[in-house]
């Protein structure tokens, strides 16, 4: 058989997603805070786009046509995108747009005047939390120069809970010095604030505490030097190794609980980025819900009219040669702000859509609580709204609802089923996790509910579980063992 080259047509189809697409998806993934740092870049690429002047004075004819107009009613503007989509007229969700289209979320979104004590004060912005380096750096300042800059290298290997990160002997390689200018060093430390700050271990923390308040004895250093025995509840035994009879290693139990394993923590880790919810939810007079975005945090862009008219007389007075790549760039910048506007319009069209959905599947969680929370899939609120499940969880990416219960993220509502033990309806596996957390909070502490117990127990609530998906409950929430839990019930009690 002869081999040779040859050419061969073939048709076939391929998904190509155009750049404009791509874009269009990636605005739906970002949050609302994520997307005014997207806006404020095509801001300063595109000369022609500029935010929205809400308040008065503003030139009119800057506004761009494709903007609603100013004569138009809120209330029918709101109804016509609930009622986009399967089930979202509003009926069920029951909402009066007329009387409850506005959410505010300032004193001055009220458009009245501020009442005693709501007036603004400088004293209400939050500052950053000072970190536990920072004041460890400010304790330092004093050192003599031969200690200072160990001392501050010592202080950079501190973690957050104010534990040191590594020893001495690596630390004085590092430098080039002796281990015990390092130990010196690391004394100093060790006695600037909070009290245990700089320790190696938990044993020496403890100790570091117990020194402060003059209670380390050597009963009390024997006690710290056996810590495991403490988590393991071993009293007898360390009523041997203290020397000491139960009263008084009650006494001595009471003391070290009272120490702060993790000191450094009662100081900051910076800066506090604070969520900003995306939806706001609340129920309204009639008793129904109303379902809004935060406009607070979604800008309104406009074309410069004016400036585009300036640029295309600009560069009418030039030959055509001259001309054509001015018109080119003012085409380009135009066709740029309508696409970005009306993809920032059908990205708010599709979160208004998926949230509506979400509180006419939950509505009952809003009402009642997490234990009435609903099994609920991706599939199910894209076959609501007829759209792709991808771009449900596109939408439901980054982005957090607030309500009267809270705030929380849009990926929380969604949770897999769990069976009925009596054949009635699924429960959600969050429902089911705070039931489990709450039996356990309310049981005896020197009686704990073992796993199979709790078994018991939830499938009397109507709960159908096998015992490997309790003890996985039970660890994914940081929840000990029922015996764990029984031995620190006899440690707090003794």
Known sequence: MALGPRLDLRTSQTLVISPQLQAAIKLLTLSNLELQAEIASELERNPLLEMADDGDGGPADTADEAAPPADNDPAEMDTQLAAEGNAHNGDDLDVDYVEERFHHDSIADSG????????????????????????????????????????????????????????????????????????????????????????????????????????????????????????????????????????????????????????????????????????????????????????????????????????????TGKPAARARPERQFLDSCLSQAHWLMKALDQRATTIMKVAIALVEEQQAFFEKGVAHLKPLTLRQIADMIDMHESTVSRVTSNKYLACDRGVFELKYFFTTAIHSADGGVDASAEAVRQRLKALIEAEEPLKPLSDDKLVEALKKDGYDLARRTVTKYREAMNIPSSFDRRRRALVRAA
Not at 112 to 122: D, K, L, N, V, Y
Not at 126 to 143: C, K, N, S, Y
Not at 212 to 217: G, K, M, Q
């Open 112 to 315: 009245r005047p501020a009442e005693a004590g709501e007036e603004f004060s400088f004293d209400q912005v939050a500052a950053d939390d000072i970190t536990l380096a920072e004041h460890l750096e400010r304790q330092a300042m004093g050192l003599a120069p031969a200690v200072l800059p160990v001392a501050l290298h010592i202080i950079s290997l501190i973690d957050e809970a104010g534990y040191l990160t590594e020893s001495c002997a690596e630390i004085a390689e590092r430098l080039g010095i002796d281990e015990a200018q390092v130990l010196r060093a690391l004394d100093i430390v060790q006695g600037f604030e909070p009290t245990g700050v700089g320790a190696r271990n938990l044993a020496e923390c403890i100790a570091l505490q117990a020194k402060e308040a003059d209670r380390y004895d050597p009963c009390m250093a024997a006690l710290i030097d056996n810590l495991e025995l403490v988590a393991r509840g071993d009293l007898a035994q360390l009523r041997r190794l203290c020397d000491v009879d139960a009263e008084d290693l009650a006494d001595m139990l009471r003391e070290l609980r009272s120490y702060n394993p993790k000191p450094g923590l009662a100081y900051g880790s910076g800066s506090t980025q604070a969520i900003v919810p995306d939806i706001f939810v609340r129920r309204t007079a009639r008793g129904g819900w109303t379902v809004e975005l935060n406009s607070g945090t979604l800008p309104r862009l406009i074309v410069n009219r004016q400036y585009q008219a300036r640029i295309a007389a600009h560069a």
